[in-house]
């Protein structure tokens, strides 16, 4: 398992984590990332991960638990 974490005074909310982990990554109604679930299965990494990648200013990660 693994565990999603952001950073939310980085965040600039550009929203591209929702384009690839909808059911992970969400924005507030102040542009801020939520994370929906801070766990996700290994069946699930490689997805969240290229979802927390594609974030421009690297306020997300997903690390080994």
């Known amino acids: 398992m693994a565990v999603v974490k952001a950073d939310l005074g980085a965040c600039q909310g550009y929203a591209n984590c929702i384009m690839g982990a909808d ?3 969400d924005i507030d109604d102040d542009g801020v990332v939520v994370v929906l679930r801070t766990e996700v299965e290994e069946s699930e990494r490689a997805r969240v991960e290229a979802a927390a990648r594609s ?6 990660a997903v690390e080994d638990r």
């Open 23 to 25: 059911d992970v990554f």
């Open 55 to 60: 974030c421009p200013v690297s306020a997300l």
